[in-house]
C-alpha cells in the first residue's frame, strides 16, 4: 500500500511541475513581441523550443495527406474563434518544424511548399482572431503566444542554417506570426507577480 501511495505522489508532483511551467510559460514576456536579442542555446533545438511538438509525418511520407485530413477533421469540432486561432497555431507550428526536417533532409522545394502552408495557418490564426475581436470576443488567453514567439525565435535560427533559396518563404511566415502578436496579443492583460519582501 505505500508503494502506491508513493507513486501516486511522485505521478501527481510531476503532473503539477508540468502544469505550473507551462501555465508560467505562457505568461512570460507578455508585452514585448520580439524575441531577446541574445537568444538561448535551445534556441536551434526544435525539442527543447516547441516541447511536446515534433515533425512527424513530412510530405516525403506517404500518409502526409491522411494527418492533414485528420488535423482538418480535428479543426471542425473546436468551438470559438479564439480556440480555432490557437489550433490555426499550433498547425502553422507544426509545419515550421516539418519544413526544419525537410531542410535538414535536403528537400528544399518540399520544405518551401511546407511553409507555405505554415504561412497559411498563421493567416488563418489571424483572421480568426480578427473575426473574434469584431465581436468582442476575442479570449486572448486561449492563443498560444509563447508558440509564436518561439516561431520567430526559430526562424531566424533557420536562416543561419538553411540554404537562402528558403529565406523570403521563411520571412514570409515570421511576419505572419508577428502581425497576429503586434496586432492583437500584445494586449494580454497581465499581472506581474508581487515580489515577496522579507521583514
Do not use: C
Given at each position: 500500500?505505500?508503494?502506491?501511495?508513493?507513486?501516486?505522489?511522485?505521478?501527481?508532483?510531476?503532473?503539477?511541475?508540468?502544469?505550473?511551467?507551462?501555465?508560467?510559460?505562457?505568461?512570460?514576456?507578455?508585452?514585448?513581441?520580439e524575441p531577446s536579442s541574445t537568444p538561448?542555446?535551445?534556441?536551434?533545438?526544435?525539442?527543447?523550443?516547441?516541447?511536446?511538438?515534433?515533425?512527424?509525418?513530412?510530405?516525403?511520407?506517404?500518409?502526409?495527406?491522411?494527418?492533414?485530413?485528420?488535423?482538418?477533421?480535428?479543426?471542425?469540432?473546436?468551438?470559438?474563434?479564439?480556440?480555432?486561432?490557437?489550433?490555426?497555431?499550433?498547425?502553422?507550428?507544426?509545419?515550421?518544424?516539418?519544413?526544419?526536417?525537410?531542410?535538414?533532409?535536403?528537400?528544399?522545394?518540399?520544405?518551401?511548399?511546407?511553409?507555405?502552408?505554415?504561412?497559411?495557418?498563421?493567416?488563418?490564426?489571424?483572421?480568426?482572431?480578427?473575426?473574434?475581436d469584431s465581436k468582442g470576443k476575442l479570449?486572448?488567453?486561449?492563443?498560444?503566444?509563447?508558440?509564436?514567439?518561439?516561431?520567430?525565435?526559430?526562424?531566424?535560427?533557420?536562416?543561419?542554417?538553411?540554404?537562402?533559396?528558403?529565406?523570403?518563404?521563411?520571412?514570409?511566415?515570421?511576419?505572419?506570426?508577428?502581425?497576429?502578436?503586434?496586432?492583437?496579443?500584445?494586449?494580454?492583460?497581465?499581472?506581474?507577480?508581487?515580489?515577496?519582501?522579507?521583514?
Amino acid at each position: 500500500m505505500g508503494m502506491f501511495l508513493t507513486t501516486i505522489a511522485i505521478i501527481l508532483s510531476l503532473f503539477s511541475a508540468f502544469f505550473v511551467n507551462s501555465a508560467h510559460a505562457q505568461d512570460v514576456d507578455v508585452l514585448s513581441t520580439e524575441p531577446s536579442s541574445t537568444p538561448s542555446a535551445s534556441v536551434g533545438n526544435s525539442f527543447e523550443l516547441f516541447w511536446p511538438l515534433t515533425a512527424g509525418k513530412t510530405e516525403t511520407d506517404s500518409f502526409y495527406s491522411l494527418k492533414l485530413i485528420k488535423e482538418q477533421v480535428g479543426g471542425w469540432f473546436i468551438n470559438g474563434d479564439s480556440k480555432k486561432a490557437d489550433y490555426a497555431v499550433l498547425l502553422g507550428t507544426k509545419r515550421v518544424l516539418e519544413a526544419e526536417k525537410l531542410i535538414k533532409d535536403g528537400k528544399i522545394d518540399l520544405a518551401l511548399e511546407t511553409l507555405k502552408r505554415a504561412e497559411a495557418q498563421f493567416s488563418s490564426a489571424y483572421n480568426y482572431i480578427k473575426h473574434a475581436d469584431s465581436k468582442g470576443k476575442l479570449a486572448t488567453r486561449e492563443i498560444r503566444r509563447d508558440r509564436l514567439i518561439n516561431v520567430k525565435l526559430f526562424i531566424d535560427y533557420l536562416k543561419t542554417v538553411a540554404p537562402e533559396k528558403t529565406h523570403p518563404a521563411l520571412d514570409t511566415v515570421k511576419e505572419k506570426a508577428d502581425v497576429i502578436l503586434k496586432d492583437y496579443l500584445v494586449r494580454v492583460n497581465y499581472s506581474p507577480p508581487t515580489a515577496i519582501v522579507e521583514k
